[in-house]
């Protein structure tokens, strides 16, 4: 009786997992891919530094029904009037509908995409990076009702405010090496200001030290003139003189 019990019991269990994998759908994941382009250039026809974003959906391994595709707005703006939709193949017969941001597909089939385009303006430049929008996808696949989200961002480091903000810096950078020549140049005025100063100083100091040898040799020359010999008296004022010539002020003196 125990060994037809425990029969029984593994007999259900293997049912029941047998039955919960085929409930869950294989492959049951739908593909989708966004990328967003920021026009910094202002290349494009359109006004203003706009985000052209494309989203590409495809149902993956399994066919889709009832696939609902919302567009929610983010941290962007979304022009309504920028909705741009194809088909891949050109000829599926897929019937796409479109209600402002969100659009409704009957059935996308293996090998089928639908790409969606729009245009959207951040509500902000000065963030490196922005959520542009999420991308809500309802649909049926292999029997079940699913769910997928997706995020679109964009990348806005060269923004009109970063682009600003790189040239003030650029030109912080420009006027501190401007004003940093300055300063070496006016340390440099000063420094050869001090040195004339100096030089001058000296200069003076030994024109003072002329005068006073000048004098002393002066006076020793009329002095001199008491001297016995002449002939020493002649050759002792030859050598003064001579001295009193080499150290005689710049200004002159009498002699």
């Not at 530094?49 to 590409?56: A, M, P, Q, Y």
């Not at 970063?162 to 340390?187: P, Q, T």
Request: proline share 2%; hydrophobic share 40%; with cysteine.
């Amino acid at each position: 009786m125990k060994r037809g019990s425990a029969a029984l019991v593994v007999f259900l269990f293997s049912v029941a997992i047998a039955i919960s994998v085929c409930v869950v759908p294989a492959f049951a994941k739908i593909n989708c891919e966004s990328i967003a382009t920021f026009d910094y250039g202002g290349t494009s026809a359109c006004y203003g530094e706009e985000i052209r974003v494309k989203t590409t959906i495809n149902p993956g391994e399994s066919g889709v029904k009832d696939m609902r595709i919302d567009i929610l707005e983010a941290d962007a703006l979304i022009d309504d009037n920028s909705f741009d939709k194809t088909i891949s193949p050109a000829w599926a017969s897929v019937n796409l509908t479109q209600e402002g941001h969100t659009f409704f597909c009957d059935e996308l089939k293996k090998g089928e995409s639908i790409t969606l385009m729009f245009n959207a303006y951040p509500k902000t430049i000065k963030e490196s990076e922005i959520k542009v929008a999420d991308v809500r996808i309802r649909y049926t696949q292999l029997g079940q009702r699913l769910e997928d989200w997706g995020e679109v961002k964009a990348n806005l480091k060269k923004s009109f405010w970063f682009r600003y903000e790189d040239a003030k810096k650029r030109a912080s950078s420009a006027n501190w090496m401007f004003y940093v020549g300055i300063i070496l140049a006016i340390i440099a005025c000063v420094s050869l200001f001090i040195q004339w100063v100096g030089r001058r100083g000296k200069e003076e100091e030994s024109e003072e030290m002329r005068k006073d040898f000048y004098e002393k040799l002066k006076n020793i020359y009329n002095r001199l003139e008491s001297v016995e010999y002449p002939s020493e008296r002649e050759s002792l004022k030859m050598s003064v003189k001579s001295y009193m010539e080499e150290y005689k002020p710049k200004e002159g003196g009498e002699e």
